[in-house]
């Protein structure tokens, strides 16, 4: 049973989900949370999630989507929540300096960070944060303006000593193909750092596909990859690990009362 935490199922490189799905399922991945980015792929991943029982939805608008978030954006995200009770988180959101230099621009990165943050306590849902280059900064938004459901630190790449300041937070971490990279010592040296019961998968499809697969597009079968990988550095048996992290997930995402169907 494996849960996978942040997948774009709603990016326009996939036309054949429902394939997809089922050789997912088939390897053992039996839920999803399709994650939006701006409010087109929100709505679209509310759409996926209505069209199969094992799909979730995350709406949000991403910091790099900077220049379509106006005064009108959080409305419309209310609006997006509250027209499906498949919404178990507002995300992704949070804060980037890779592409984004200028203080102007990062200053209305943390307003909208900070504005879907309240977004997320008024709707009583968890986050998935996106942070790139930013983990310092995020954090100090994090301390500041508290998430009531805390939510899941996505793609984390940062140190220990930062993950086990999320942690205390409430947050869950969580792993994606870039673990299996050769020179991924920091995100190994984390897993292997933290509380099993923080620990989350995710594949960031159709981006970050794991080894060997790495360069090439991201299905959702391939968390099965990184997870097994996860396995063998943790030394656990991997059903265990999959079982752990499958409930992880069900409870920082408040999924209850979620049945697997064959």
């Known amino acids: 049973m494996i849960f996978d935490t942040h997948i774009h ?6 036309t054949n989900i429902d394939i997809l799905i089922k050789e997912a399922k088939e390897l053992g991945i039996n839920a999803f949370l399709c994650v939006g980015y701006d409010l087109e792929s929100s709505k679209k991943a509310i759409e996926i999630a209505s069209k199969f029982d094992n799909v979730f939805a995350s709406v949000g608008v ?15 995200l209310r609006k997006l929540v509250k027209s499906s009770s498949k919404v178990k988180a507002i995300g992704e959101i949070g804060l980037d300096y890779y592409w984004e230099k200028e203080e102007k621009i990062k200053e209305k990165q943390k307003r909208m960070f900070i504005e879907q943050i309240a977004l ?3 709707l009583d849902l968890p986050v998935s944060i996106h942070a ?18 805390a939510g899941i630190m996505h793609c984390y790449s940062g140190s220990l000593d930062l993950a086990k300041e999320f942690i205390k ?7 994606g193909g870039v673990l299996t990279f050769k020179n991924s010592k920091v995100s190994k040296e984390v897993l292997k750092n933290i509380p099993l019961e923080r620990i989350v998968f995710e594949t960031d ?8 697969y790495r360069g090439q597009i991201n ?10 990988y996860a396995s063998e550095i943790l030394n ?5 690990l999959e079982k752990i992290t499958f409930n992880n997930s069900l409870k920082i995402l408040h999924v209850e009362n979620y049945e697997i169907k064959s």
Do not use: M, W
Not at 9 to 14: A, G, P, S
Not at 205 to 212: D, E, F, G, Q, V
């Open 132 to 149: 790139r280059d930013s983990l310092n900064d995020t954090l100090n938004i994090l301390k500041i303006y508290k998430v009531n459901k």
């Open 9 to 14: 199922l709603n990016d326009e490189k996939y």
């Open 236 to 240: 656990i048996n991997l059903n265990e």
């Open 219 to 228: 299905l959702p079968k391939y968390i099965f990859n990184t997870i097994k």
């Open 120 to 122: 997320a306590n008024e």
């Open 62 to 76: 991403i910091p790099t989507e900077h220049k379509q978030y106006n005064d009108g954006t959080i409305n419309e």
């Open 205 to 212: 499809a159709p981006y970050l596909s794991p080894t060997p």
């Open 169 to 175: 937070l409430g947050f869950y971490i969580a792993f």
